[in-house]
């Protein structure tokens, strides 16, 4: 039986399980216990049978104790001398140069060396499941960085030293802070700093009209800003986990105005954001409500023409589908199909992967089914943990101890305005793609039938980013091996959001980039990393004249907004209705 819900099986003779999961996932963000005492118990029973590796876990941690001993009065006298363990690029914290005089170079190797050790000795223990071993290593990491001297005023140079200079007022701020903080979320306000973004006023202001509508998205159409236009148009379906104006964020940060001004007619999805009502919305509706509504509404708009179709996140995810089912059925209306840090195949999806298994979605299931949703808070809970230190503890000490606020900018007043995910939905998404990748081993079905990404045979743009949590670049570069398309693929700096909002002029900006034709054969990605062609500034250019060169060689004169007859003329202004409900 195919497993597209909770629901499924006989019906329960009782109904005790749902209300007591859903009470204890409110208390733990969504985390279930059965989850991480299952990866607990494979570990530790593993490691209590394993002599071998405990000797090595001892020996380790002598060999620790010695080399930290001996460190302690050198770093004294050299305060610049060979340290026990070397920070990692993307750690931070010890990184200023307070944390090199003593006793605070001391401080934080002892917990640099600890966190090491803890790291061993939750990964290859022989016997432990891959997918629990992640688990026990992300926990213990985590229970570490709670501790982390560079949360705490005594142990922290850099607070002392603003305390120091500022005779302790940070710290009155800081109080100050945390309870505006804390009165902020109980009140459901935004964070502080976000009101300065407000949706079509200061973000999405990039001139448009809607120009179709239904129970699931707003269509919007963007005026011209060229007196002649590329013939095909380009339709962009974001995630529905987000709001769509991160593509359209201030204009200097705008993808859309960025097409717009050099001759493209764009159109773009936004999604409702869905209620308890619309809990039995599943993968289908969002296919056929969304990418294939707007399809219909763009053929009708710009006749007889290609359509650009682009995806960024999950909306590529569901474009892809859209696109495979579209070639199975024969229908030949889209000219080209970008994914924008989109996968296909979730066997490497990353760290996500953590919060996913069968015991973790099942209490999710429970949970999204007493409110009919996957909340906001709850979401964004289990993307914070990933990057915890930049996301929660470097923000805690900066607010709180330090007494600054960080600085307010378009990117983070959009992130922090979320959306929520239907119940039905987004089990099927979980279960579908991540636990049972059937899309990237052809057993994704749509209108019955299963759909295979080796129909798509348009020319396919893919854009990856190298600090990607949330869809690694080596998951996303598999679009390689899935399709019988010409492939270019994009690798460029930055994480999941900031490395797509990569507008030109950017100082530090770079990416890499190199096509896959048809019939050449398969590169691996370490490969392709090595061999690819380095540019320094944004993907943008090159993504645009990817598009000119899969265009037609004359534009056409600008034509009116919407369609001629009265089912797509223009409903409201950009950007509509939908991207404002909270």
């Not at 964020?249 to 619309?278: C, Q, Y």
């Amino acid at each position: 039986m195919d497993k597209q819900g909770s629901d499924h099986g006989d019906p329960p003779r009782f109904s005790f399980d749902r209300p007591l999961h859903a009470a204890i996932a409110r208390a733990t963000a969504g985390q279930s216990p059965a989850a991480l005492v299952q990866a607990y118990t494979d570990w530790a029973q593993h490691l209590l049978f394993s002599p071998d590796k405990q000797i090595e876990l001892a020996e380790e941690a002598f060999q620790n104790w010695m080399h930290f001993l001996q460190y302690c009065p050198e770093a004294v006298l050299d305060p610049d001398c060979e340290a026990c363990v070397e920070l990692t690029p993307n750690d931070k914290r010890f990184a200023g140069d307070a944390w090199h005089s003593w006793p605070f170079n001391a401080i934080s190797q002892g917990f640099l060396l600890t966190q090491q050790w803890w790291h061993h000795a939750t990964i290859g223990v022989k016997g432990v499941s891959a997918h629990h071993e992640d688990i026990a290593s992300f926990v213990a990491r985590q229970m570490l960085d709670v501790v982390s001297p560079a949360n705490f005023l005594l142990t922290n140079p850099e607070v002392l030293e603003t305390t120091f200079q500022q005779g302790g007022i940070n710290l009155v701020r800081g109080v100050m802070n945390f309870f505006e903080d804390q009165q902020r979320v109980v009140e459901g306000k935004k964070p502080i700093g976000a009101d300065a973004f407000q949706v079509g006023r200061d973000v999405a202001v990039t001139p448009g009209k809607v120009v179709a509508r239904n129970g699931l998205m707003e269509l919007i159409q963007y005026a011209p800003a060229t007196d002649r236009v590329y013939r095909e148009p380009v339709l962009i379906v974001p995630a529905w986990i987000m709001k769509y104006y991160i593509l359209d964020l201030s204009p200097a940060n705008s993808l859309v105005k960025f097409l717009v001004d050099r001759g493209h007619t764009v159109f773009i999805l936004s999604w409702k954001n869905p209620t308890g009502e619309e809990r039995d919305l599943g993968m289908d509706d969002y296919r056929r409500l969304g990418v294939m509504a707007a399809l219909e509404a763009v053929s009708a708009m710009v006749p007889g023409q290609l359509i650009h179709a682009a995806g960024y996140c999950l909306g590529g995810t569901l474009l892809a589908i859209a696109a495979a089912a579209m070639a199975r059925d024969g229908d030949k209306r889209l000219g080209s199909l970008s994914l924008l840090a989109a996968q296909t195949d979730f066997t490497e999806a990353g760290e996500l992967m953590l919060f996913i298994d069968e015991a973790q979605v099942s209490f999710l299931e429970d949970m999204m089914a007493e409110q009919g949703y996957l909340d906001t808070r709850q979401m964004a809970g289990a993307f914070q943990l990933l990057r915890s230190n930049d996301l929660i503890w470097s923000t805690m000490v900066q607010s709180y101890l330090k007494g600054e606020r960080p600085p307010m900018f378009d990117l983070m007043a959009w992130n922090a305005d979320a959306t929520r995910m239907p119940y039905r939905m987004h089990s099927e998404y979980l279960r579908r793609l991540f636990l049972d990748n059937a899309l990237a081993t052809g057993h994704f079905e749509v209108d019955g039938r299963p759909v295979s990404l080796r129909d798509i045979r348009v020319p396919i743009f893919a854009v990856s980013t190298i600090s990607d949590h949330v869809a690694p670049w080596r998951s996303v570069y598999k679009i390689q091996a899935l399709t019988d398309a010409d492939v270019t693929f994009v690798l460029s700096n930055g994480g999941h959001n900031a490395g797509i909002v990569n507008p030109p002029g950017r100082p530090n900006r770079k990416h890499q980039i190199a096509t896959h034709i048809e019939n050449e054969n398969y590169v691996a990605p370490d490969v392709w990393q090595q061999n690819a062609v380095h540019h320094d500034g944004s993907w943008w250019p090159c993504w645009q004249g990817w598009l000119v060169k899969h265009s037609s060689a004359d534009r056409a004169p600008v034509g009116t907004m919407g369609a001629p007859s009265n089912a797509h003329a223009p409903l409201a202004d950009a950007p509509g209705t939908y991207v404002l409900s909270s």
